[in-house]
């Protein structure tokens, strides 16, 4: 069936020139069907995608490929130009109508009606960042641990997400991403971690504020590296400026160029021995707040979600505040389950979601293979619970 997969790159190519239509993993995995329903309509039959024991469809197939193709791309290419003078009005061609259809089978259920058994993390990391895989490796890995949901949420940055979009596209991955991003704000004198979940990665409030945040991480980063001058150790802020490459500059990067230079053993030692918080050369951010992270993720058309609430070191009564103050923020979401979270960890901080009415979020803050955490493992969501995708 070569020219069935031609035809489906082809139409896949076109398919995607369309404005109307999203570009997605999904429209991907509907091709086939998008290929069979449009041949339906040309040739008036029931032919059906790999359906090889009607030898009078192929062979008409595979004698008028090329013709098939022209009159598929012309009809489509025609459906575009309308649908880019009709795109104000949200108008849908019959053509675009019928590959809505198509597509709105189980896929478009997805997040209401998640079958049992689909594997979700929402809170992972790559090189655009701190994470130790680029986001194609990020991606392989993803479906090597048979998750079915992935969102990546880089700090301060979206840069992954078309990469890793592109990769799932071009490789027909059966995987499906989730726009996402990790925030770091500044409340009451703590580094809260505040995850945005499905957002459109183009916002401008959304943008404006990666900028600004790039600007403080930078800001941080040099003054750091004086700070660790004047500890003794030279040359660290230009090492982890080259580490972190076009990424978001993190302490991740400057803890590592401390063990590679064995000024600490390990890269927890160098936070508890100098950029931690209170430590020689800590060096206090200028994070946005709570409230603008959750405006902002809301501006993008995202949900706001709480990371980790658990390893701030706060006690109960302090996460109570917190998630009283995010609540007021408008917050949606905690993260409730993440790996290495003790039972009764998880049961308080879904008495919180319960309590505050917020929905619940989880993931494993995937960075790099470890034997103590990786992609999806330990990842269950508390029945009781109302998932954050829920939302969407
Ligand atoms: P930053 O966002 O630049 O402050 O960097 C914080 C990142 O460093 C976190 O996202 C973690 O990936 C990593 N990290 C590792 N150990 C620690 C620690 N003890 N305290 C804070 N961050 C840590
Ligand atoms: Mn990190
Ligand atoms: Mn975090
Ligand atoms: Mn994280």
Redesign the pocket.
Known sequence: MGNSHQINHVLTFVIFLNPNVNTNTILIRKSPLIVSGLLKILFCTNFTYKQTSQPNYVELCHQHFNEIVCIVCIIILITNVKSRLLIECKILSPIEELIMDLMSTDDFKLWSNLPSGTRIDLHSHTKCS?GGLLPHELVDRAVNFQLDILAITD?DTVAALDIANDYIVEKNIPLKLVNGIEI?TLWQGF?IHIVGLNIDKTSPDLLQLIASQQQA?ENRAVAMGDKLSKCGFDDIYDQAKSIAGEGSI???HF?KVLVRQGHVSA??KA?DKYI?KGQRAYVK?SWCSIEEAVAVIHAAGGSAVIAHPVRYGLSTKWVRRLVVHFKEQGGDALEIVLPQMGNEQRKLMLSFCLEYDLKASMGSDF?YPSKWSDLGRNLKMPEQATPVWSQW
């Open positions: 701190d700090h770091s580094e991480r993190t302490r991740a803890a890269m927890q936070f931690g951010p960075h």
